[in-house]
């Protein structure tokens, strides 16, 4: 089954850098885009990036666009970002999620299939 | 950017009510709606893409309709399970923005 397990979470200063990785198993990495999804405590989902399959586009947020950056690795089934320039409200638990891909009525629906247990970023001084 | 707008931001409702959860897109974006559930302590799971398709293995009391601006995701006979908070996500185009999520618990 797919399994997808994220790490590089932790405590770090404002203003610093930290580098999460999700790697995937159980499923065809190389072939699916990726995505990125935080929550700060007690808040809501927020979108972060994807990544497409082959890592040749990606997408941002506005809140994080500049300072994250998304890159994958397919021969080690590995989704990493890249947190710079680190503020506060970057706090919360960072999910990578694999895109699940349907057909309906011959249109594609990408949506978030699969998710992974989160790591924890906390931002801190 | 489109924005999700739900309502409403939380709700109490008995055993076997009917529930229903409205997501408004400030643009419209055909049917590339999905619905997700979050239970307490765990990470989102799908339940609903294309505005109404079920996701395989989702119980037949979840429902979702509308295309364009307007989405609702409906539980027809609310169980104790169902207790979770429910989030729209629009996915035709980047950013795949969430709404902000309605918090459902039982009366």
């Known amino acids: 089954q797919v399994q997808l397990v994220e790490s590089g979470g932790g405590v770090v200063q404002p203003g610093k850098s930290l580098r999460l990785a999700c790697v995937g198993s159980g499923f065809r990495f190389g072939a699916y885009a990726m995505h990125w999804v935080r929550q700060a405590p007690g808040r809501g989902l927020e979108w972060v990036t994807l990544?497409?399959?082959?890592?040749?586009?990606?997408y941002y947020s506005d809140s994080v666009k500049g300072r994250f950056t998304v890159s994958r690795d397919n021969s080690k089934n590995t989704v990493s970002l890249q947190l710079t320039g680190l503020t506060p409200e970057d706090t919360g638990v960072y999910f990578c999620?694999?895109?699940?891909?349907?057909?309906?009525?011959?249109?594609?629906?990408?949506?978030?299939?699969?998710w992974g247990q989160g790591t924890l970023v906390i931002v801190s001084s | 950017d489109i924005q999700m707008t739900q309502s409403p931001s939380s709700l109490s409702a008995s055993v076997g009510d009917r529930v229903t959860i409205s997501c408004r897109a400030s643009q419209a974006i055909s049917n590339y709606v999905a619905w997700y559930q979050q239970k307490p302590g765990q990470v989102p799971k799908l339940l609903i893409y294309a505005a109404s398709t079920l996701q395989s293995g989702v119980p037949f009391r979840f429902s979702g309709s509308g295309s364009g601006t307007e989405f609702t995701l409906t539980i027809s006979s609310l169980q104790p399970e169902d207790v979770a908070i429910y989030y729209c996500?629009?996915?035709?185009?980047?950013?795949?923005?969430f709404g902000g999520g309605t918090k459902v618990d039982i009366k």
């Open positions: 999620a694999k895109e699940g891909i349907a057909t309906v009525q011959g249109l594609i629906h990408q949506t978030l299939e699969s």
């Open positions: 996500q629009k996915y035709n185009s980047a950013p795949r923005t």
């Open positions: 990544t497409s399959y082959d890592g040749s586009q990606t």
